[in-house]
Structure formats: structure tokens, C-alpha cells
């Protein structure tokens, strides 16, 4: 037993498992080049064991969180308001003209990364349309009147300067239309 397990075994095992021949063909037997022992931790300047931190500024202000912190329509938002939200309907809409639906000319599709407007119908029975306040951000949406109150966090960022709010007084309903502002609307038109 102590024979097989001697180094001259050994060496010669190895040898038989991997010839020390030159022109092998295996990929295994090439030499590794320096560009093949690169990892992740080679990207990039090498760091040094001092780690220069930049000390964080703090401002002379007893506020508890940033502006960049706070969501946007928090402001709106009021846990104590006993108004109940009324029940609402957001609709994607797209401009389709007869290329789009007859010759599929465009790159068009039936998805809402298609549409160009959001309409938000808001149900506001017993509401009279000079009871109704309605404030528009990006990405906020805040209704109210004496009976109802609906802050709204849209699902795409939208023009909130140009859009449309039509009050329907035979249904009681507010239509809002706003056109969205998306990074890569281009691609879709």
C-alpha cells in the first residue's frame, strides 16, 4: 500500500493524466494569458488600503429628511380626512390612425407602452362643478370637493401644464386626459 502512494506513483500518474506534450490540442493545455486572470475586482483603478471618505455636509437645518427624500404628493396627503375616495377609472389612450389598424404600418402595438394619454374618470355624484378642486404634478393627481377627496399617484410620469379636465354633469364625472412623459417615448411612435 505504501507503493502507491509513494511521489514517483504519483508524478508518474500525473504524467499519464496530463501529457507535458507542447503541441496539444486541448484548450485545457494552452498557456493562460494575463487578460484570462481577470476577475470583477480587476476593473477599475486599484484601491488603496486608506479609504478617503469626503465628509457628508450637514446643513444648519433641524429638518428630519431632504426635499429629494419626500415622495411626490405626500403634501396632499392627510390620514385624518374622514372623505371617503371615489371610485375612479385610469384608461391608457392612443392616437390610431387607419395605417395603424388596417396596414400595421407603424410600430404600434395594443400595450399601454403605446399610448400617448392617461384618462383618469373620477365619479363625484352630488358634486357641482364649481365645488371641485383639482391640482395636477407629474406624478400626483389630487382631487377634491366637500364629499370626496382622491390623491393619486399616477403609474407614468405625465405633462402636468397641458392637460385637459372636462366635467360631465349629467354623469357627475371628471375626466382628466394628460399626456404622458416617458424616457423613451421616441422609440414607440
Not at 496539444?24 to 488600503?49: E, F, M, R, Y
Not at 426635499?67 to 392627510?78: K, N, R, W, Y
Amino acid at each position: 500500500m505504501s507503493d502507491f502512494m509513494s511521489g514517483d506513483t504519483l508524478g508518474k500518474l500525473a504524467n499519464l493524466l496530463k501529457p507535458a506534450d507542447d503541441n496539444s490540442d486541448d484548450d485545457d493545455d494552452q498557456p493562460v494569458s494575463a487578460a484570462a486572470k481577470l476577475g470583477p475586482a480587476s476593473i477599475g483603478p486599484t484601491k488603496t488600503s486608506e479609504s478617503k471618505t469626503k465628509p457628508t455636509e450637514k446643513k444648519e437645518s433641524k429638518d428630519i429628511w431632504d426635499e429629494d427624500e419626500v415622495p411626490e404628493g405626500s403634501e396632499f396627503e392627510d390620514l385624518n380626512d374622514p372623505r371617503p375616495q371615489p371610485e375612479y377609472d385610469i384608461i391608457f389612450k392612443q392616437a390610431v390612425s387607419t395605417e395603424d389598424m388596417f396596414l400595421q404600418m407603424s410600430n404600434k402595438n395594443p400595450t399601454s407602452s403605446s399610448c400617448e394619454d392617461i384618462v383618469v374618470k373620477i365619479q363625484l355624484p352630488g358634486t357641482k362643478k364649481n365645488e371641485m378642486d383639482l391640482n395636477v404634478t407629474d406624478k400626483f393627481l389630487d382631487c377634491r370637493s366637500p364629499k370626496f377627496k382622491l390623491g393619486l399617484h399616477l403609474p407614468h410620469p405625465v405633462d402636468s401644464k397641458n392637460g385637459t379636465a372636462k366635467w360631465d354633469g349629467d354623469k357627475e364625472m371628471l375626466v382628466v386626459t394628460l399626456r404622458m412623459k416617458r424616457e423613451l417615448d421616441f422609440l414607440n411612435q
